[in-house]
């Protein structure tokens, strides 16, 4: 075998292969600083809001950041926890989904606000896993596409009758 010719391209090669490995390092280590500059600050409970949301009550502007807000935070907690075979995305057309969803996000914001602390991921992941039983059950008829489940009327008026003839016999 020709020896001299080919010590010389495998040294050359190593050399080139460490390089290549420093270059990689140094491209990780830009992305990662490139990511945590380009990264939202820490989510922090909006001052301006009165909390808890009440639904039945905000309107205008604090309604739009409200919904906003909202609709950012359960993408990503279904991108985060892999929920997209349990909330699925009519969850704003189904009002229990919004309100169980409400109550996640402010558990959300309150371990995860100044108070943070070693229990916060623990604390809400005890949260989601009390929830998803009640999530999957909101969206059981909306596998192939959104079915409205809303109760048009709960109480007829023959039994809203009856209960204030109960009331009125009562007092
Ligand atoms: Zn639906």
Redesign the pocket.
């Known amino acids: 075998m020709n020896g001299s010719v080919t010590d010389e391209p495998e040294t050359v090669s190593e050399l080139l292969a460490a390089v290549r490995a420093q270059q990689e390092t140094v491209q990780r280590l830009v992305h990662l600083l490139e990511q945590r500059q380009s990264e939202p600050p820490p989510e922090r409970p909006d001052p301006q809001q009165r909390w808890p949301i009440d639904w039945d009550v905000i309107s205008g502007a604090a309604r739009a950041v409200a919904w906003q807000s909202l609709g950012a935070f359960v993408e990503k907690i279904v991108l985060r926890y892999n929920l997209q075979f349990d909330v ?1 995305p ?1 969850w704003w ?2 009002r229990n989904a919004v309100m169980v969803l409400t109550s996640l996000w402010e558990v959300h914001l309150h371990t995860f606000g100044e108070d943070a602390n070693l229990l916060s991921n623990n604390t809400f992941l005890d949260n989601l896993n009390y929830r998803i039983e009640q999530l999957r059950g909101i ?1 059981m ?2 596998r192939e596409e ?2 409205d489940s809303t109760p048009r009327t709960w109480m007829s008026d023959a039994t809203r009758r009856a209960f204030q003839q109960m009331i009125a016999s009562e007092t």
């Open positions: 699925l009519c057309q189904h969206f008829s909306c959104h079915t």
